[in-house]
């Protein structure tokens, strides 16, 4: 119950008071009292609207339950512009409560939500009330009651029909790997049944998935407009499902396409809504690899000294601590006694889970100096991120 239905029944409560003292049998059709209520001021297209009216006059029968709206010339008529339900009934909450209530289900117009080409709504205008009223309406239209209260005397309220602009909403700032990622799409609009619940399509993805998966998001009761779906990270196997690959670092790209825009948009016109996230590990990046200092090797890969206008190989060991698959790219680096860079090289490389590589590059000393040689790993040359701390071997070569 929302507070307008409490402020109902404190008002009704004062008034049922009242015609106890003036107890009245029939409608004072001098002073007409019967304020209509709808537990919304706006609808969208697809919504139970409750109606509510109080008219303490029309409780005949002080033990039993009355209705209103069916008498002639006291019709109660709930209608847009297009379409009206009348008359309509509405009968009293208790037996003598002065309060008479009602449901009207909205059924919009036909128009297709998901895209596959076919209306995904049964509009439709029947029934006689009390809750079995169905009402075809516009988008952006209105929804008027009226209840003829006595001749000439006819009581109105209205409420306004809108779509809404559709949201989405992570339920966390970061996921970690191995976390269950929840993820709600608000869009009332897309309650389409208020007796069952709906859902609607979600696309995620990752910056090492761009493809990614699209997940159904299930409302989360038969009236809420509220849609949540749960999918999971995987390093090591492909999307699937409610499993999308992502890498430590990714962002996260979460998309839910609303075909059900208010004004000023049109209503053909669809919107893209997206949130994004972040994928953490709780490994720093620059643990996630390990390197070890060089050593030198011949051509045959057997152990040597680097010596003027030989080439030897620089080797290196490159180690994944992770148990998922990471690319890198290896740099070694050689720097004479002056700092100034003699040999620049890198390698591209991936490393399957907790796989060592030895990385060589040959290198031919040309003069006698005192070198240092240092080994570094980054995301790419592009994202330069270390993935372990560098390396740094001195080695001087005389003659
Ligand atoms: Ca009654
Ligand atoms: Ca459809
Ligand atoms: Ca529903
Ligand atoms: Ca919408």
Redesign the pocket.
């Known amino acids: 119950m929302n507070f307008k239905l409490i402020l109902i029944f404190s008002i009704t409560f004062t008034v049922v008071s009242t015609s106890n003292i003036f107890a009245e049998e029939i409608p004072d059709y001098f002073n007409p009292y019967a304020p209509i209520y709808t537990d919304r001021e706006v609808y969208t297209w697809t919504d139970k609207v409750h109606i509510t009216v109080v008219a303490p006059s029309w ?4 033990n ?3 209705s209103i709206g069916t008498q002639e010339r006291h019709f109660i008529r709930i209608y847009t512009g297009e379409h009206s339900l009348e008359p309509y009934k509405l009968t ?1 909450t208790e ?2 409560s002065g309060i008479f209530t009602g449901e009207v289900t909205l059924t919009g117009f036909l128009h297709d939500v998901d895209d596959d080409g076919n209306p995904d709504t049964n509009p439709r205008t029947t029934g006689g009330g009390p809750t079995n009223g169905l009402l075809e309406v516009e988008r952006d239209g209105g929804l008027t009651i009226s209840f003829e209260f006595a001749d000439g005397v006819v009581l109105t309220t209205s409420a306004m029909i809108s779509w809404n602009v559709g949201e989405i909403i992570f339920d966390r700032p970061v996921f970690l790997i191995g976390d269950t990622a929840r993820i709600q799409v608000v869009d009332p609009d897309m309650n389409l049944n208020p007796e069952a619940v709906d859902r609607v399509k979600v696309e995620i993805s990752s910056d090492s998935d761009t493809a990614g998966i699209t997940v159904n998001a299930i409302e989360t009761d038969d009236d809420s407009g509220l849609f949540d779906a749960e999918f999971f990270f995987t390093q090591t196997s492909v999307s699937s499902g409610n499993r999308l690959f992502a890498m430590p670092d990714d962002s996260i790209y979460a998309k839910y396409k609303d075909n059900t825009l208010p004004l000023p948009y049109s209503i053909q016109d669809d919107l893209d809504v997206q949130i994004e996230s972040k994928l953490e590990s709780e490994v720093m990046p620059i643990q996630r690899i390990s390197i070890e200092d060089v050593f030198f090797t011949d051509s045959f890969g057997i152990l040597t000294e680097p010596t003027i206008d030989k080439t030897s190989q620089i080797v290196g060991r490159v180690s994944n601590n992770q148990s998922y698959d990471q690319s890198f790219v290896y740099i070694i680096q050689v720097k004479d006694g002056s700092k100034s860079v003699v040999s620049l090289s890198w390698m591209h490389g991936e490393l399957t889970s907790n796989q060592s590589l030895e990385l060589s590059q040959s290198w031919t000393p040309t003069e006698t100096d005192n070198y240092s040689i240092e080994t570094f790993v980054w995301k790419s040359l592009n994202n330069r991120v270390p993935l372990s701390p560098n390396s740094v071997l001195s080695y001087i070569i005389e003659q």
């Open positions: 409780n005949a029968n002080r039993g339950i009355d009293e037996p003598s």
